[in-house]
């Protein structure tokens, strides 16, 4: 079974602070994993994969096989980072994801 | 493409009614899926659907509910009858291909009384 764990429902921190959202998962073979974004009353949308390797409006996730983590990071917090954000992990046409964490970030 | 569409964005209903909420997912899409988003919970993976055929139900929470797709571009989610505790927000999404990037509708605000 496949299972994405965000052990922090909520986050606070200020504005210019670094900031990391956790996930870890449980997966037996090689999983895709992403990190969706949700502002306020909006649709999900996908903020990065972990494929892709890339960073998205400042945030990077590195995939850690032996840890089976994918946090979620930004070096400095901005206000309109604020929203839920849910780790999903990928595999045979099932997206699985995590309860999310809302991240606030305060002036 | 206008994306994945939901109707209603709003449904307010009284326990012991019929609910339908609808999907269009984006053409060409070959997997569907359907979400509940509560603040207890987060987002459940209810069903998802690939070349219209269900292949995993077991998110759906009981029998008051069932999904169905009669064709590549329309699914229907049915709870009958509706309960306080099935408000949440459901959303539909769909993804062009396995372990692909999900789109998501605006999701349907159900209130049941």
């Known amino acids: 079974a496949q299972r994405v764990t965000q052990p922090e429902k909520l986050l606070s921190v200020f504005k210019g602070a670094p900031v990391e959202l956790k996930c870890n998962y449980s997966?037996?073979?090689?999983?895709?994993l992403f990190w969706y974004v949700q502002y306020s009353r909006q649709r999900l949308q996908l903020l990065l994969r972990?494929?892709s390797r890339e960073s998205i409006k400042g945030f990077t996730a590195d995939l850690n096989k032996g840890e089976t983590s994918f946090h979620l990071k930004k070096p400095f917090a901005q206000e309109e980072d604020s929203a839920m954000y849910y780790c999903a992990l990928g595999s045979n046409y099932k997206l699985t994801f995590g309860k999310g964490t809302l991240l606030t970030v305060n002036p | 493409d206008a994306g994945v569409i939901q109707s209603p964005r709003h449904e307010v209903t009284e326990m012991g009614q019929e609910v339908t909420l609808r999907c269009k997912p984006i053409s060409g899409h070959n997997s569907l899926f359907w979400y509940r988003q509560t603040m207890m919970r987060g987002l459940e993976l209810l069903i998802y659907f690939n070349n219209n055929v269900p292949i995993d139900d077991s998110g759906m929470p009981e029998d008051r509910f069932s999904a169905k797709m009669p064709n590549a571009s329309f699914s229907t989610l049915k709870i009958q009858p509706s309960e306080p505790r099935d408000s949440a927000v459901y959303f539909c999404a769909s993804t062009p291909g396995p372990t692909t990037e999900a789109f998501f509708g605006q999701g349907t605000r159900l209130t049941v009384v």
């Open positions: 972990h494929i």
């Open positions: 997966y037996s073979g090689s999983p895709e």
